[in-house]
């Protein structure tokens, strides 16, 4: 079974569109993020989720809202989409709260791409 | 300039060889990741680590929070070790804003 599963793993639209990306995890763990990686592979945190309360929100527009249904989910709406939020998004979690001690498990990324 | 540094940027080499790529960062942190980031697009957790040294299989990475200089090193290199390695650092605050990641480490290994 896959630990930390995204979909979709595609995802192409049109600027102005409005998109959800999905991640589930089934490793019991407390702590879900989403990252983004640009086109130079640079990866950056966006946001970090504790047992479904929102524990940091990184300097991200407000067209990105995270929800989380439960532990277990990290749903990552988009609103308005434009040409630079092209980009791979990454869903990961970890035991505990926040990153000190515990490994992170990283979903295997949905590529989206902004026409 | 980006307070994590990775060297090199791209390595190539040739199956067999010992490998190190290293990750120098110029703040205090309290916990330093290894990832690592197949062609494919996958990220892997390789290590975390504080203080001192951790080997998994043909890996070792070590960490010197004096020097603010962690090592990854890869014994015997194959094909399949060829990715992209990736160091990240939590910076003493703990806060999750201040994972800073490096740009990264290409690695290609020669059969």
């Known amino acids: 079974d896959t630990a930390v599963s995204q979909t979709p793993k595609y995802l192409v639209t049109q600027m102005g569109n409005d998109k959800s990306i999905k991640c589930e995890q089934n490793?019991?763990?407390?702590?879900m993020y989403w990252y983004k990686q640009d086109s130079k592979k640079f990866l950056k945190i966006m946001f970090s989720?504790?047992?479904?309360?929102?524990?940091i929100n990184e300097t991200v527009p407000n067209r990105f809202s995270p929800k989380s249904p439960d532990k277990a989910h990290l749903n990552l709406h988009i609103n308005s989409l434009e040409l630079g939020d092209s980009a791979v998004y990454f869903c990961?979690?970890?035991?505990?709260?926040?990153?000190?001690?515990?490994?992170?498990?990283f979903g295997p990324g949905t590529r989206l791409t902004v026409l | 300039k980006n307070e994590v540094e990775q060297s090199p940027q791209n390595l190539t080499a040739q199956e067999g060889e010992f490998i190190t790529i290293n990750c120098s960062y110029s703040?205090?942190?309290?916990?330093l990741h290894w990832l690592q980031q197949h062609p494919g697009g996958g990220i892997v957790s390789l290590f975390m680590?504080?203080?001192g040294k951790k080997k998994h299989g043909r890996l070792i990475a070590t960490i010197n929070i004096q020097e603010k200089h962690s090592s990854l090193h890869i014994t015997a290199s194959h094909p399949r070790d060829s990715a992209v390695y990736i160091c990240?650092?939590?910076?003493?605050?703990?806060?999750?804003?201040?994972?800073?990641f490096g740009s990264g480490t290409q690695l290609t290994v020669l059969p």
């Open positions: 990961a979690s970890s035991r505990g709260t926040g990153f000190s001690y515990n490994e992170q498990f």
């Open positions: 490793l019991g763990h407390d702590t």
């Open positions: 989720y504790n047992n479904k309360e929102l524990i």
């Open positions: 703040v205090g942190i309290s916990a």
């Open positions: 680590l504080s203080s």
């Open positions: 990240a650092v939590l910076l003493s605050s703990g806060s999750a804003r201040q994972l800073t």
